[in-house]
C-alpha cells in the first residue's frame, strides 16, 4: 500500500523549493496578465512580474488579510480583481463577509489530509460541512472521494439523524469539527447505544475547529476513535494537515507558507512565532500571500514519517491576541502550555517596559507547587516554550494582578 498521497510529499527539500519557484513565477505571470488587483499591486510596487522568481522575493509584495479580501470584493464585484472577470470555475462559493471565490481546483484540495488520516477507498465517511453556499461541504467530499472513500453527505442534519446514517449505513469515518463529534456520540448514548460497541466508526478527520488535548484523548480512549486534524481557511484551500505521528502539521504541496511578523510583513527566524502567510499555487485565483491571522512556528525536526515537507506547530492562537517582547511573539496558548507542564504552579506573565527595553516578567505565588519546581526549572520550560527568556521573577504570597488572565501587556505607547 503507498504510504504517500503522492511522491510530492518525500520531495528533497531543495527540489521542492525549485519547483515552487517555478511553480510561484508561473502563477504571478499568470496573475499580471489576468488578475487586475495583482497587476495595479506590481505596478504600484515599481516590480515586473519576473521580480517575483522565488519564495523569498513574496516579501516585496504586502499581506492581503481576510478583511481586505472582503473590501477589495465590496469595491469591485464580484472578485476583487483577485481572478479574471469571466473565470471559468466548476463553482464560485461564498463565504461570511461576503467573500466570493472561484472553486480552487478538482481533486487534491485536502486529499493528503485524508490520505494521511488513513482514509482510502472501502471507507464510509460522514461528512458533516454544510453544503449550502460555502466552499466547506463540496471541497471535504471531493477530498475524501480522491482518497476512494465513499462520503455521505449529512451535512448539517441533526445528531440523532447522524446517529441513525451511523447506524444504519455501518459509518467508518467522520469528517467535521470535534464539536458536533463529541454532540453526535453524546446523542447516541442518550438513545441507549454503545458508541464503541455498537457501531464501526474508527476514524474521524476535523478541520475549522482547534482539537482539545482532553477531547482528543477521551475519542481515542474512550470510543476507540483515532483523531487527526487539518487545518486551511476559505480563501486558500487545504494549508496543513497531521500525519500518523500527530506531532506538528505537514505543509501541503501547493502552498507555499510564511511565517512573519504581522507588523512588518517580514519572515521571522526560523522556528520562531508569527502569522501564518499563504499562497496557493494556482492559475485561477490569484490571492498572494493571504493573512491567515493565525499565529504559528514552523519545526525544525524531519518528521519519521518520510514526508520532507515544513511543518507547523499547531495553532498557537490569533495575531491580536499575542504580545510580541523584544521582537518576539508570545501567546496565551504557550503560557498554557508552560502551565500544563507545572500543573501546581500558579503564575502570571506580565510584560512592561524600562528604559526603552521590554521586560518579561513572571508574577508566581509563593506556594508549594512552586518550590517544588524551582526558579530554573521553571525558567528553563519557560524559555523553550515560549522562545523568550523571563528577566525577573516575582514571588508573591497570593492574588496575582488580574485572576485568570494569563499574559498582561502593561506597556504604555506613545
Ligand atoms: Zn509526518
Same mark, same amino acid.
Given at each position: 500500500?503507498?504510504?504517500?498521497?503522492?511522491?510530492?510529499?518525500?520531495?528533497?527539500?531543495?527540489?521542492?523549493?525549485?519547483?515552487?519557484?517555478?511553480?510561484?513565477?508561473? #502563477?504571478?505571470?499568470?496573475?499580471?496578465?489576468?488578475?487586475?488587483?495583482?497587476?495595479? #499591486?506590481?505596478?504600484?510596487?515599481?516590480?515586473?512580474?519576473?521580480?517575483?522568481?522565488?519564495?523569498?522575493?513574496?516579501?516585496?509584495?504586502?499581506?492581503?488579510?481576510?478583511?481586505?479580501?472582503?473590501?477589495?470584493?465590496?469595491?469591485?464585484?464580484?472578485?476583487?480583481?483577485?481572478?479574471?472577470?469571466?473565470?471559468?470555475?466548476?463553482?464560485?462559493?461564498?463565504?461570511?463577509?461576503?467573500?466570493?471565490?472561484?472553486?480552487?481546483?478538482?481533486?487534491?484540495? +485536502?486529499?493528503? %489530509? &485524508?490520505?494521511?488520516?488513513?482514509?482510502?477507498? %472501502?471507507?464510509?465517511?460522514?461528512?458533516?460541512?454544510?453544503?449550502?453556499?460555502?466552499?466547506?461541504?463540496?471541497?471535504?467530499?471531493?477530498?475524501?472521494?480522491?482518497?476512494?472513500?465513499? !462520503?455521505?453527505? $449529512?451535512?448539517? $442534519?441533526?445528531?440523532?439523524?447522524?446517529?441513525?446514517?451511523?447506524?444504519?449505513?455501518?459509518?467508518?469515518?467522520?469528517?467535521?469539527?470535534?464539536?458536533?463529534?463529541?454532540?453526535?456520540?453524546?446523542?447516541?448514548?442518550?438513545? =441507549?447505544?454503545?458508541?464503541?460497541?455498537?457501531?464501526?466508526?474508527?476514524?474521524?478527520?476535523?478541520?475549522?475547529?482547534?482539537?482539545?488535548?482532553?477531547?482528543?484523548?477521551?475519542?481515542?480512549?474512550?470510543?476507540?476513535?483515532?483523531?487527526?486534524?487539518?487545518?486551511?481557511?476559505?480563501?486558500?484551500?487545504?494549508?496543513? &494537515?497531521?500525519?500518523?505521528?500527530?506531532?506538528? +502539521?505537514?505543509?501541503?504541496?501547493?502552498?507555499?507558507?510564511?511565517?512573519?511578523?504581522?507588523?512588518?510583513?517580514?519572515?521571522?527566524?526560523?522556528?520562531?512565532?508569527?502569522?501564518? !502567510?499563504?499562497?496557493?499555487?494556482?492559475?485561477?485565483?490569484?490571492?498572494?500571500?493571504?493573512?491567515?491571522?493565525?499565529?504559528?512556528?514552523?519545526?525544525?525536526?524531519?518528521?519519521?514519517?518520510?514526508?520532507? $515537507?515544513?511543518?507547523?506547530?499547531?495553532?498557537?492562537?490569533?495575531?491580536?491576541?499575542?504580545?510580541? !517582547?523584544?521582537? #518576539?511573539?508570545?501567546?496565551?496558548?504557550?503560557?498554557?502550555?508552560?502551565?500544563?507542564?507545572?500543573?501546581?504552579?500558579?503564575?502570571?506573565? !506580565?510584560?512592561?517596559?524600562? $528604559? &526603552?527595553?521590554?521586560?518579561?516578567?513572571?508574577?508566581?505565588?509563593?506556594?508549594?507547587? &512552586?518550590?517544588?519546581?524551582?526558579?530554573?526549572?521553571?525558567?528553563?520550560?519557560?524559555?523553550?516554550?515560549?522562545?523568550?527568556?523571563?528577566?525577573?521573577?516575582?514571588?508573591?504570597?497570593? =492574588?496575582?494582578?488580574?485572576?485568570?488572565?494569563?499574559?498582561?501587556?502593561?506597556?504604555? +505607547?506613545?
Amino acid at each position: 500500500m503507498n504510504k504517500f498521497f503522492d511522491d510530492l510529499e518525500i520531495r528533497s527539500p531543495l527540489q521542492r523549493e525549485t519547483e515552487n519557484n517555478l511553480r510561484l513565477s508561473t #502563477m504571478v505571470d499568470g496573475a499580471y496578465l489576468r488578475s487586475k488587483r495583482v497587476r495595479e #499591486m506590481l505596478d504600484d510596487l515599481n516590480l515586473k512580474p519576473s521580480d517575483i522568481a522565488s519564495v523569498g522575493d513574496l516579501e516585496e509584495l504586502p499581506v492581503t488579510s481576510r478583511e481586505e479580501v472582503v473590501e477589495l470584493q465590496r469595491q469591485e464585484p464580484p472578485f476583487g480583481g483577485l481572478c479574471a472577470a469571466d473565470v471559468d470555475a466548476a463553482r464560485i462559493f461564498t463565504s461570511p463577509g461576503p467573500v466570493y471565490e472561484p472553486h480552487l481546483g478538482e481533486g487534491e484540495l +485536502w486529499a493528503r %489530509g &485524508y490520505f494521511a488520516a488513513g482514509f482510502r477507498k %472501502g471507507d464510509r465517511v460522514l461528512n458533516t460541512f454544510s453544503y449550502h453556499m460555502v466552499a466547506a461541504g463540496l471541497t471535504f467530499h471531493e477530498g475524501l472521494r480522491s482518497v476512494g472513500a465513499t !462520503v455521505i453527505p $449529512s451535512g448539517t $442534519s441533526g445528531t440523532e439523524t447522524q446517529v441513525q446514517l451511523i447506524r444504519d449505513l455501518g459509518v467508518t469515518g467522520y469528517t467535521g469539527t470535534p464539536s458536533f463529534l463529541i454532540a453526535i456520540i453524546r446523542k447516541a448514548e442518550e438513545l =441507549g447505544y454503545d458508541f464503541k460497541r455498537d457501531f464501526k466508526l474508527r476514524r474521524a478527520s476535523f478541520v475549522a475547529e482547534p482539537l482539545q488535548p482532553s477531547l482528543r484523548k477521551s475519542f481515542e480512549e474512550e470510543y476507540g476513535i483515532d483523531t487527526y486534524q487539518m487545518y486551511g481557511a476559505t480563501e486558500v484551500g487545504d494549508i496543513a &494537515y497531521e500525519c500518523s505521528e500527530k506531532a506538528g +502539521w505537514h505543509v501541503c504541496d501547493d502552498v507555499i507558507v510564511e511565517i512573519v511578523d504581522p507588523s512588518t510583513g517580514r519572515g521571522v527566524r526560523p522556528g520562531q512565532l508569527g502569522e501564518v !502567510v499563504v499562497t496557493r499555487l494556482n492559475d485561477l485565483f490569484f490571492l498572494l500571500r493571504f493573512g491567515t491571522g493565525d499565529l504559528s512556528s514552523m519545526l525544525q525536526e524531519d518528521c519519521p514519517c518520510g514526508r520532507t $515537507s515544513l511543518r507547523l506547530r499547531g495553532i498557537a492562537g490569533r495575531v491580536g491576541d499575542a504580545v510580541k !517582547v523584544r521582537g #518576539m511573539f508570545v501567546a496565551p496558548s504557550q503560557v498554557a502550555r508552560v502551565r500544563e507542564a507545572f500543573p501546581g504552579v500558579t503564575f502570571q506573565v !506580565v510584560v512592561t517596559r524600562e $528604559s &526603552y527595553r521590554d521586560l518579561l516578567t513572571v508574577v508566581v505565588v509563593d506556594d508549594e507547587g &512552586y518550590a517544588a519546581v524551582g526558579a530554573t526549572r521553571f525558567g528553563d520550560v519557560f524559555s523553550t516554550v515560549c522562545a523568550v527568556r523571563i528577566d525577573r521573577i516575582e514571588t508573591v504570597r497570593e =492574588g496575582l494582578y488580574e485572576e485568570g488572565k494569563p499574559l498582561i501587556d502593561k506597556r504604555g +505607547w506613545e
